[in-house]
């Protein structure tokens, strides 16, 4: 019954975005990624959860905020201080108000109805943000699958329902208006594990609630329903936060085709199951993050869960592999939250946390992602383009060996007959190359680099330099895969029981940054491009244009694609037609298009299957220049 009135929501267009037009390659003139709340860069703080699960209370976190505050970590833009699972004590029966747990944060005694404002007011006045947790169902991950974690709601079936559903706005009302917090971490675990046949349902300790998520499963997954629930609490947080700024983080690990609407939706998108402090199990949830650049811009961000820094293979004892993870969510736009006892917090941490030129990296206000220069399972090398027009670029050994690794100008998009320059982000030592430069990693090192030099493009960027500012509206994905390349990895939770850890995380075959999709080589009639966006037929791109005054692109159908079908390029201004192609072949040359856009504010790239079957479209050597 549940799912069905989801779904007769979505048809009776409560949920309905421009996104769900009828017509969804048609030129809107709109910028559809989400640009409410307030993330023009990834957020920055601390939360609860990594260093002490569901063990939280008032003098815990008051104490890491004062080290954010003692440490300078503040000023380099650690404000938001989260309480995730464990605060809740129950909801009180029969009006539904939230109950906080006052034995554990004992500001909020303020009589009948316990508040979290003087606990919001204290940390806003020590210059910070606050955060809470929630769920989108009744029930939260701890009481679901963690019910030996300490703090676990308390009461009958119906004091024990903590979680958003069915109290969206009574929640969000109490939670943003009444307790002045300025973030909410909204999971999803009520939404999926409460089948009528769980053993905590016939139990009576929940009530069932048929799944809408099945992480193993897209089909099985009403994608309409999970997807209409969080635009309710979108909706709510629009209304009750008034003008104040604030942070609608998501977390559905990358299932329910978050991928392809997660961005138009909140300010950060979980794209993984629980990250750990286990170096395999960090590259499992770097893994969901590095072929979707262009799904993360300024107001919402790729999220591969909380930095795990100072805690088991990233601790003091290894600073290689601390460095490294810190390395990589910097330069992939990751929220920068840290997930340590900060009253702990040792000098070598500290340098970790408050490496300036990184956070630099991460914050820079262009926000593009950084993209796959060189993809292999030993090393990836990792280049994004910063607003000043310099390169941040990463180089990372993914094994256990030491290695050696060619960067290269074309990397960077660089010249490679003028100089480059690197300045070490960690050494802080400054050298420069020709052409190419060798450089030895240790084992899972990370080496990163600002860099400059002379731009292959003189006159304006390509789209794969941009990709903050390049929305794929409609990707052409007609039917959601699970991803093969992210590493396969035993969680702690299930260890070797079973069959193994199988391809789940869903977005293969979507858009990519200088790549075609599936992570094809990009190459149309035999001919190599290092450049462009590749994406599937049935497409629409939107791209932000900044003062450019043209548009280029060599279009055509990728070598990856098939002898059958056609695909017809289009380039919209503002929701005029600026220029189309006649339908492009398999193996037809790439064909050159360009458009005047002085003065347009919107550039829309529209892919159309000529003849019903869907091809691999390239939009080789898009640029926009002045």
């Known amino acids: 019954m549940i799912r069905r009135l989801l779904l007769a929501g979505a048809a009776l267009g409560l949920f309905a975005t421009p996104a769900l037009a009828a017509d969804p390659l048609a030129a809107t003139g709109r910028w559809s990624a989400n640009t409410d709340g307030s993330a023009p860069t990834p957020p920055m703080g601390w939360n609860s959860w990594n260093a002490f699960n569901s063990d939280v209370d008032e003098e815990k976190v008051l104490a890491s905020a004062q080290a954010l505050l003692d440490t300078g970590l503040v000023k380099l833009g650690y404000r938001y201080v989260n309480i995730d699972d464990g605060w809740w004590l129950k909801r009180r029966q029969p009006d539904g108000r939230m109950l906080i747990r006052t034995d554990h944060f004992p500001s909020a005694a303020t009589g009948r109805d316990p508040s979290f404002r003087p606990f919001t007011d204290r940390l806003h006045a020590m210059g910070l943000k606050a955060g809470i947790y929630s769920d989108i169902g009744r029930n939260s991950c701890g009481q679901i699958y963690t019910p030996d974690f300490k703090n676990q709601p308390e009461g009958t079936v119906a004091e024990r329902e903590i979680g958003l559903y069915g109290h969206i706005d009574q929640d969000i009302a109490l939670y943003f208006r009444d307790w002045n917090f300025d973030f909410i971490k909204v999971d999803a675990c009520g939404i999926r594990g409460l089948p009528a046949d769980a053993p905590r349902v016939r139990s009576g300790l929940y009530r069932a609630l048929p799944p809408l998520v099945d992480m193993q499963s897209l089909g099985g997954s009403d994608i309409a329903g999970i997807r209409g629930l969080y635009q309710q609490v979108g ?331 056609k695909v017809t390029f289009e380039i919209w201004g503002d929701g005029r037609l600026l220029g189309r192609s006649p339908a492009m072949a398999f193996g037809t040359p790439a064909a050159p298009m360009q458009a005047d856009v002085r003065g347009v504010a919107i550039v829309e790239l529209v892919a159309r299957a000529s003849d019903g079957a869907i091809q691999p479209a390239t939009w080789a050597e898009a640029a926009l220049s002045r």
């Open 235 to 565: 909706g709510a947080i629009r209304r009750y936060a008034g003008d104040r700024p604030y942070v609608f983080s998501l977390c559905l690990w990358g299932a329910g085709d978050v991928r392809a609407w997660g961005k138009d939706v909140g300010n950060s998108s979980r794209t993984s199951d629980d990250i750990q402090p286990i170096w395999t199990r960090m590259l499992t949830n770097f893994d969901t993050v590095t072929h979707r650049a262009l799904y993360a811009h300024p107001g919402s961000w790729n999220d591969p869960d909380m930095l795990f820094v100072g805690t088991g293979d990233f601790d003091t004892a290894h600073p290689v592999e601390a460095r490294s993870h810190f390395s990589l969510w910097a330069m992939l736009n990751a929220p920068l939250i840290i997930g340590y006892d900060l009253r702990k917090l040792t000098p070598e941490l500290l340098t970790i946390f408050g490496n300036a030129d990184l956070v630099a990296l991460n914050q820079d206000a262009a926000g593009n992602q950084a993209v796959l220069a060189y993809d292999s399972d030993d090393v990836q090398i990792f280049a994004k383009t910063l607003a000043d027009g310099s390169k941040g670029v990463a180089i990372f050994n993914r094994t256990a060996a030491p290695t050696r690794a060619v960067l290269t100008a074309d990397h960077l998009k660089l010249l490679p007959s003028a100089d480059v320059r690197l300045h070490d982000l960690w050494s802080k030592a400054d050298s420069r190359f020709r052409g190419e430069t060798t450089l030895t990693l240790a084992p899972h090192e990370t080496r990163v680099f600002r860099a400059s030099g002379t731009r292959r493009l003189a006159n304006g960027l390509y789209l794969s330099e941009q990709t903050g500012r390049v929305n794929p509206a409609v990707d052409g994905v007609a039917t959601p895969q699970a991803d093969p390349t992210i590493h396969h990895s035993p969680t702690p939770w299930g260890g070797t029981r079973g069959t193994g850890d199988h391809p789940q995380y869903g977005g293969w075959g979507g858009a990519e940054a200088d790549r075609a999709p599936y992570g094809k080589l990009m190459r149309v009639a035999g001919r190599e491009y290092d450049t462009g966006i590749g994406i599937l037929a049935n497409s629409r791109l939107e791209v932000r244009n900044q003062g450019f005054t043209r548009f280029s692109a060599q279009v055509g159908v990728n070598d990856s694609g098939q002898k059958a079908g």
